[in-house]
Nanobody, 121 residues
Framework: QVELVESGGGLVQPGGSLRLSCVAS????????IRWYRQTPGKERELVTA???????NYADSVKGRFTISMDNAKNTVFLQMNDLKPEDTAVYYC???????????????WGKGTQVTVSS
């Protein structure tokens, strides 16, 4: 049983910062990549950033220079540091991981339930 749990969301003023966490727990053999998506009502889920098990990262143009993703491999935890937040960053942020639960098992995608980020004055 694998579970992804996000935390760290909340209400912040424009220009402020938040740090999201995503903890992967349960039976985990390896993680190939973890991603953060976000979604607002009526819109499709948008890929924000991703990090591979080797540490390679990529970012959506809308967050480059403001958001930073990092991973603590030992703790199966990914962080998303969000600085200079803007009202358009308001969304539910979801963690998604591609991982093997056991050796020789295939990679499978897992999702967290999301954490709300609201940027408003």
């Amino acid at each position: 049983q694998v579970e992804l749990v996000e935390s760290g969301g909340g209400l912040v003023q424009p220009g402020g910062s938040l740090r999201l966490s995503c903890v992967a727990s349960g039976s985990i053999f390896s993680i190939s990549a973890i991603r953060w998506y976000r979604q607002t009502p009526g819109k499709e889920r948008e890929l924000v950033t991703a990090i591979t098990g080797g540490g390679s990262t990529n970012y959506a143009d809308s967050v480059k220079g403001r958001f930073t993703i990092s991973m603590d491999n030992a703790k199966n935890t990914v962080f998303l540091q969000m600085n200079d937040l803007k009202p358009e960053d308001t969304a539910v942020y979801y963690c998604n991981a591609d991982l093997q639960s056991r050796r020789y098992y295939p990679q499978q995608p897992y999702w967290g339930k999301g954490t709300q980020v609201t940027v408003s004055s």
